[in-house]
């Protein structure tokens, strides 16, 4: 199984890594697939360019097993849906099983995604949440649970698509919007993303350093 992580990672801090990481031990994944975005459809257009975010996310995972960079988001024209790049994946990587992570926050903002209802006919989505986390009880999300919620982890194997997973992870409550704003500000954001990544933001002038 891959686990598939997209953001715009600008820049990529610990809150995306540490989660991460989390599942992919606790499901046993054989790798996760980092997904920087090219145009978000939610979101303003990143600050650091593609290549910028690129080097970032390499110096993050460098040396880091079963972390890789997948840059096809970068090479396809218009907005970056979520639902393209699975298609385009599931046809890169016929038979294997793709288990797409989201934060509970995006979760919840799901039935604002491009061809939301379609997502889980070309993977399982595996949603990050902290312990005891509360979900949604009424309206069209928590029928969508009611209907695709996986009774155990191991139901993500018998089935290649269509179930929903919550699995608990370290939650670090770290954002690349406080990030920029401490740098620009010329305050230390060390210890909330890898010093290497710190490191080249420093050495490529960005966010105001």
Aim: with cysteine; proline share 6%; aromatic share 8%.
């Amino acid at each position: 199984m891959i686990g598939i992580l997209g953001g715009t990672f600008d820049p990529v801090h610990f809150g995306h890594l540490r989660p991460a990481l989390d599942v992919r031990q606790a499901l046993a994944l054989d790798e996760i697939r980092l997904l920087p975005c090219h145009v978000p459809p939610h979101r303003p257009q990143p600050l650091a360019s593609t290549q910028q975010r690129t080097l970032m996310l390499q110096a993050a995972i460098a040396g880091v097993d079963g972390f890789v960079i997948d840059e096809r988001e970068f090479e396809r024209d218009g907005l970056s849906y979520t639902f393209d790049t699975l298609q385009s994946l599931r046809k890169d990587l016929p038979g294997k099983t793709l288990c797409l992570l989201v934060g509970m926050d995006a979760f919840r903002g799901l039935p604002t995604w491009h061809r939301w209802h379609e997502l889980l006919n070309h993977c399982h989505i595996v949603v990050m949440t902290r312990p005891q986390a509360k979900f949604p009880e009424k309206g069209e999300l928590a029928e969508y649970i009611h209907m695709h919620r996986a009774r155990d982890a191991a139901m993500l194997r018998t089935q290649s698509t269509g179930l929903l997973w919550f699995q608990e992870v370290t939650q670090l409550e770290i954002s690349a919007t406080r990030l920029r704003a401490l740098l620009a500000a010329g305050e230390q954001a060390d210890f909330l993303l890898p010093a290497d990544v710190l490191d080249l933001i420093h050495i490529q002038g960005l966010y105001g350093t």
